[in-house]
């Protein structure tokens, strides 16, 4: 991507790397043979750029790397910490602070792994609007694969040149046990010689083939990105976008019928009919496609142009392509997943909530996508009522027992819940959409002007179970991030081992602009009947004081609950 790094990154993921310090995985074809095939990836990007303008010197391609790796934990090598550029005439913003030259975006792709060290194939869609703005590219690279299932990817594009750097948490199998892994979650970290700096966190699926007949029924969707920005501007308003949905396809092209989404762009949400058409996807799985809206939102709330990357009939990755232009400034952009409905909809029993948003209280016009707020909360559907609660970090403010009152509810047979209550801070309960009874989106209801309110994309998660233990967390997990709400909040990756009485173990590497916390990942923990775990760990752990909620023995869902953590983000424990 011509956005802050090429070929030159001086800042590359050390996961098992030669260059860390210890002999490469690429070595050992056992390993590497668990990524073999085609996988769609997604990941949300964030750039800082060192100057005062985002233009790309000429001396960016020839200039040579000044931070090389890290090792992390008890010198194991794992992921990518960085630190400002001491000669840059700009130093990396530290929580709190604010600077004009971080700018966020997101990328999705398809990358072909050999099962031998090799990225044969890849194709790259690329969207940071308020900089390079839209573009796509293929590329080539190489991998290496590690015994805990850490690995690193490096990739480079085949006409702008570029180079990333990913670290990976392979999830669903052992390394070396001959399986192929299914998903994995990741980071992406670089700095150039100029002090510009990538991060960026996302998510990555095996695929199996897709055809045009492969989008075919009802998926829903769970959006995130940003409205317009610049000058003309159409809307009112600029801030976060947030959409949840239904998309009806059918199977040859459209889009149509009851496609519907509901919207939020921080200063009033709606629901939106939706309609639009895709092609047919290439051999990696990527479709171009088009929506159009109407509704009660302002009008240009939702992109016009998407590439589509179709990991299998049940699951795409989604990225807007809409592009600055004149009389537009820069237009909306949006990224996410949809997933296929199944079965009847319906909410019943107990779930998992989780939710990231900016936190706008502490914001204001000098200190933009600066602090964020953090939501876990197990709620119960019990009869027609769903209530419960919960923990939050709001900007380091931390309170547990949050209550939650979303009242009475409906299901619509597209799988809309729309309830009668109230959030925890009293404005409306949010509108959910599900893919059956195990998973949902959800977006805020905002009133309108209300300017203290804060949009997110909530995630519903059906528990599975009902009495919980310390041995409902046991065995190897890759530790990911859910999206983020603002530039400055934590991207974790690593993997971390519970021994399913009170222990956990492991590398795990938070990476932000402001503040790095990398090490070992050891802390002890707790675990309540309803499922709501503690974990206590010392200094430099990603489990200093950590509060998580277990969905199933397979997947977690966790945020730090440190006392004056600004910027705090949500991780997934997954296997």
Same mark, same amino acid.
């Given at each position: ?12 993921? $050390?996961?098992?790397?030669?260059? $860390? ?13 668990? @990524? ?79 099962? !031998? ?19 796509? /590219? ?7 694969? =590690? ?24 999830? *669903? ?31 990555? @699926? ?21 409205? $317009?920005?610049?000058?003309? $501007?159409?809307?009112? #308003? ?23 989404? /509901? ?27 088009? @929506? ?28 807007? &392509?809409? =592009?600055?232009? &004149? ?15 199944? *079965?009847?909809?319906? !909410? ?25 707020d953090t939501y876990l909360a197990?709620?119960?559907?019990? +009869?027609?009522t769903f209530t419960g609660t ?8 931390? &309170? ?25 801070? +009293? ?6 959409? @599900? ?23 909530? #995630? ?39 021994? *399913?009485?009170?222990? !956990? ?32 760990g010392g200094s430099g752990s990603?489990?200093?004081? #950590? ?29």
């Amino acid at each position: 991507m011509r956005r802050i790094l090429s070929s030159i990154a001086l800042l590359t993921a $050390c996961l098992g790397m030669a260059a $860390c310090g210890s002999s490469s995985s690429s070595s050992n074809p056992t390993y590497l043979g668990s @990524l073999s095939g085609n996988y769609v990836f997604q990941e949300q990007v964030y750039s800082y750029f060192s100057g005062a303008t985002d233009a790309r010197p000429p001396s960016r391609m020839t200039a040579k790397p000044l931070h090389m790796v890290k090792k992390i934990g008890g010198g194991k090598p794992l992921a990518a910490a960085f630190h400002p550029h001491s000669s840059s005439s700009h130093a990396v913003p530290a929580q709190g602070s604010v600077d004009s030259s971080i700018y966020w975006g997101a990328m999705v792709g398809a990358l072909t792994f050999d099962g !031998l060290g090799d990225v044969t194939g890849g194709e790259i869609d690329y969207n940071e609007p308020l900089s390079v703005g839209y573009f796509a /590219d293929t590329a080539t690279g190489t991998y290496t694969i =590690n015994s805990d299932n850490t690995a690193t990817i490096d990739i480079i594009s085949t006409n702008v040149g570029d180079e990333f750097y990913f670290d990976v948490a392979l999830q *669903g199998i052992a390394a070396g046990s001959g399986s192929v892994a299914q998903k994995a979650t990741l980071v992406e970290a670089e700095e150039d010689s100029l002090g510009n700096i990538e991060i960026g966190t996302g998510t990555m @699926l095996a695929s199996s083939g897709a055809s045009e007949s492969s989008i075919n029924g009802n998926y829903v969707f769970g959006l995130q990105g940003q409205t $317009c920005y610049g000058s003309p $501007c159409p809307q009112v #308003y600029e801030g976060d976008l947030y959409a949840a949905g239904l998309l009806s396809a059918n199977g040859s092209g459209a889009f149509g019928g009851s496609s519907q989404a /509901d919207v939020s762009d921080g200063f009033g949400s709606g629901n939106l009919s939706l309609s639009g058409s895709y092609v047919a996807p290439d051999t990696m799985g990527r479709a171009a496609a088009s @929506l159009s809206s109407s509704g009660d939102v302002n009008a240009g709330a939702l992109p016009a142009g998407y590439i589509l990357y179709i990991a299998n009939s049940s699951t795409f990755f989604v990225l807007s &392509t809409d =592009n600055n232009n &004149t009389s537009t400034g820069v237009s909306p952009y949006l990224f996410g997943t949809a997933n296929l409905q199944s *079965g009847t909809p319906s !909410l019943a029993g107990n779930y998992v909530f989780a939710e990231s948003t900016e936190d706008l209280q502490n914001e204001n016009s000098n200190t933009p996508d600066t602090y964020s707020d953090t939501y876990l909360a197990l709620l119960s559907a019990n +009869g027609n009522t769903f209530t419960g609660t919960g923990d939050s970090n709001k900007a380091g403010v931390i &309170t547990s027992t949050v209550p939650y009152n979303y009242g009475g509810f409906t299901v619509s047979n597209l799988g809309r819940v729309s309830f009668t209550g109230s959030t925890p801070s +009293g404005s409306f309960a949010p509108v959910f959409w @599900l893919t059956g009874s195990g998973f949902g989106y959800g977006v805020d209801q905002l009133a309108g002007n209300a300017t203290q309110q804060e949009p997110g994309l909530i #995630y519903l998660y059906a528990q599975n179970g009902s009495s919980f233990s310390a041995s409902s967390l046991s065995g190897l997990y890759a530790v990911g991030n859910l999206p983020g709400s603002t530039s400055n909040a934590g991207l974790a990756i690593g993997t971390v081992t519970s021994d *399913g009485s009170s222990n !956990l173990s492991g590398d795990v590497a938070l990476i932000s602009f402001g503040d790095n916390n990398v090490g070992s990942a050891t802390a002890t923990y707790t675990v309540a009947a309803n499922g709501r775990g503690v974990a206590t760990g010392g200094s430099g752990s990603l489990f200093g004081n #950590y509060v998580f909620y277990i969905v199933s023995p397979s997947l977690s869902v966790g945020m730090d609950v440190t006392s004056g953590d600004s910027a705090p983000s949500i991780q997934t424990l997954q296997q």
